[in-house]
């Protein structure tokens, strides 16, 4: 009957570096694996799932053990470790969800070549190739520029400071010294997150050569997590994120916040910047070299996806403070994370999953082509990059060369990133590396092709129309294992021109050159599927001479209606006793609406079911409440009455299979669901 919130962490570590939903409550008393598991207390879980495998009697229970253990040291930064784990999950007959973690884990430690052949034989047993085409075209691909570190003139190492902990995303500070980020036993505070087992993050300050750093400043650095900070040219104003508890539900997120240095030397107080929505993240600011535009990652569902990156600008005027933030264009931002900007003079550098890359995040630079468009992103490749996560890229000022040209040796560049990357060298997980670039060896003189023709720039768009592969097939209520193409399907293309219609192939794809400065919207139906849509624009994409064919990626995926089965609606959430819709429920609520306005002739049925404590004519009003605050809600939004029905089931048919007072927590939670139902 009791809801419980979900608890938002920030997590500096594995690389992973945004936030986490954790359904956590970390004043339970843990006395086994699972239970610690289910809490994200991944240290925790690790010591007694160690304990817990060789007792295990059955292939089926080493199975479980071994993924949760694999899955326990990937969330602790134990990539290696973590690879023996999957696979002994695997050949205990886990499944594809313990194979698709070895081949990335596999990845992740740069052994591209069975990476290749595991995610090959995922592919088969998923029945769908499709969804790992492109992990086994990056295997390929960072196999080859792996070989070509040579040509590179790039050296990487570890720095002197770095600790048997997490430091990442170092920034200068005004007077030449290096600020970043670290949750070693140095940081404020003295308790542990549960987590990581180490301490909550904090900022520190070093000399780039020394080996000692210091607490930043003890008045910004609190006992909750405090990481990422940038500074005014001056220095004397600071951006970072503070993580702070939402007023109504406690719920912890990521917030930027400023600090001013005052005439006695002493930073103010942290405010937050006005501009910041609630339930939202926002993470790794980024201040312009004049101070006018913050740019920042931020987790907003009008985003294209994942974490995107944004830039808003300085109003002293403003009620605010700061203009309204702006989406960067979908040259930059994918539908994965984009994390980490910062600059080198007009070169944009940040981190992203979501574009080609070695393993993780990759560091990207692109550049403004002009006012509104950006180039198309380069990936800086190995041995910047690897199959880990890399990102927090800075660099020095570059030497004077006083008119000279550079000869080989010379120096080009140096700077610092960081890196989980495994290797003997790394001293913690997340660990901050220096870099330098000389000149490479004159390569042996190329062919001159002087018939090439020049290519006229274009931009392609790619889709393709899939469906979801569920754990149990035909049960929308397991656990998604992958997409397979849906053939035959028809896409509306719009784009504020006559629409026009494509009918796609038996690999769910089809391909159109796009206009420039142009939004674009693709809906997708078939026969037995909810119609859904896409959106695409190529604002901001700018035409870059050096690339003048640009590629891009859509996908629509269309939903199976499976009539008259319930569907559970994720993170529908109610406080106790209470029926109201929380704002925390409305983004999914949201999207159902959608989905009805998209598919204006299906009616359903809203059910809410509780758990088994309370009374049972109690919870039978409680559950048609709350069913009926769901219907409501689709009314406000435009949906007709006749389209919607509501039920309470109140503590019939719990989804989990567990005597009442022998229940789990997290099988209480699963028993308190709202779902919907297609009726016809």
């Not at 969800?97 to 430690?109: D, I, M, N, W």
């Not at 600059?343 to 550098?349: R, S």
């Not at 294992?481 to 021109?497: M, Q």
């Not at 219609?501 to 674009?520: C, E, P, R, W």
Request: charged residues 25%; neutral net charge.
């Amino acid at each position: 009957m009791i809801m419980k919130n979900k608890v938002t962490f920030y997590a500096a570590l594995l690389g992973l570096l945004w936030l986490f939903c954790a359904s956590c409550n970390y004043t339970i008393k843990v006395k086994n694996g699972p239970t610690a598991y289910e809490l994200k207390r991944y240290h925790d879980a690790i010591t007694f799932l160690q304990k817990e495998y060789p007792k295990a009697k059955s292939r089926s229970e080493k199975g479980k053990i071994a993924y949760k253990l694999a899955d326990s040291y990937t969330n602790t930064g134990k990539n290696n470790t973590a690879i023996q784990w999957y696979k002994t999950a695997y050949d205990n007959g886990y499944g594809s969800e313990a194979l698709r973690g070895y081949a990335y884990a596999l990845k992740q430690a740069e052994r591209y070549k069975e990476a290749l052949e595991v995610f090959k034989e995922l592919g088969i047993e998923i029945g769908s190739p499709y969804e790992y085409r492109k992990e086994i075209t990056a295997c390929q691909v960072a196999t080859d520029w792996n070989k070509q570190i040579p040509e590179s003139g790039i050296t990487v190492e570890p720095v002197p400071f770095n600790s048997p902990q997490n430091d990442f995303a170092p920034i200068w500070f005004p007077d030449g010294r290096l600020v970043f980020s670290s949750d070693r036993t140095a940081a404020n505070g003295k308790e542990s997150y549960r987590w990581t087992g180490n301490r909550y993050m904090d900022m520190f300050i070093v000399e780039p050569n020394q080996a000692s750093a210091q607490l930043f400043d003890p008045g910004l650095n609190s006992p909750t997590h405090e990481a990422t900070p940038c500074f005014a040219a001056s220095g004397k104003e600071v951006f970072f994120v503070r993580t702070i508890a939402d007023e109504e539900t406690a719920d912890q997120y990521c917030r930027l916040v400023v600090a001013q240095l005052n005439e006695r030397n002493q930073w103010s107080g942290a405010e937050l910047l006005g501009f910041q929505k609630p339930r939202l993240n926002y993470i790794h600011p980024c201040l312009s070299k004049d101070g006018n535009y913050l740019y920042f990652a931020c987790n907003d569902p009008e985003g294209w996806g994942g974490y995107d990156l944004y830039v808003t600008t300085r109003k002293p005027n403003s009620e605010t403070g700061w203009s309204e933030p702006k989406l960067l264009s979908r040259s930059i931002n994918t539908t994965a994370n984009e994390l980490f900007p910062a600059f080198e003079g007009d070169t944009l550098f940040f981190a992203s999953n979501g574009h080609p890359g070695m393993g993780g995040l990759d560091i990207f630079k692109t550049y403004k082509l002009d006012k509104t468009n950006w180039a198309p992103p380069v990936n800086l490749k190995s041995p910047i990059n690897s199959g880990a996560d890399d990102f927090g890229w800075i660099t020095q000022p570059a030497p004077a060369t006083n008119g000279k040209t550079l000869k080989s040796g010379d120096l080009i560049k140096s700077g610092f990133f960081t890196s989980n990357r495994a290797n003997e060298s790394a001293k913690g997980q997340d660990d901050i590396y220096a870099f330098s670039q000389r000149v490479p060896p004159p390569k042996p003189p190329k062919k001159v092709d002087t018939t090439s023709v020049a290519v006229q720039p274009q931009m392609i768009i790619e889709g393709y129309v899939v469906e979801k592969i569920f754990a149990t097939p035909d049960d929308p209520n397991t656990k998604m294992i992958g997409r397979k193409p849906v053939s035959a399907a028809n896409v509306l293309i719009e784009n504020g021109d006559k629409p026009t219609n494509i009918k796609v192939n038996a690999d769910g794809y089809f391909k159109i050159v796009a206009k420039s400065q142009t939004d674009y919207k693709f809906t997708a139906t078939k026969d037995g599927y909810l119609s859904n849509y896409t959106l695409f624009s190529t604002k901001g994409i700018g035409t870059d001479p050096k690339n003048p064919v640009q590629t891009f990626e859509v996908e629509i995926v269309l939903d199976k209606i499976y009539l008259n089965k319930e569907i559970v609606l994720e993170n529908i959430y109610y406080d106790y006793d209470k029926w109201d819709i929380r704002p925390d429920a409305e983004p999914t609520l949201n999207k159902l609406a959608e989905v009805l306005q998209q598919n204006p002739k299906i009616k359903i049925q809203l059910g809410s079911h509780t758990d088994c404590r309370g009374n049972d004519n109690y919870n039978q009003g409680l559950s048609q409440k709350r069913a009926q605050s769901a219907v409501d809600y689709l009314l406000r939004k435009g949906i007709i009455p006749e389209r919607l029905t509501a039920l309470g089931y109140g503590e019939q048919n719990p989804s989990a299979d567990c005597a009442c007072n022998k229940c789990t927590e997290p099988e209480h939670q699963r028993n308190r669901r709202t779902t919907f139902k297609i009726l016809e």
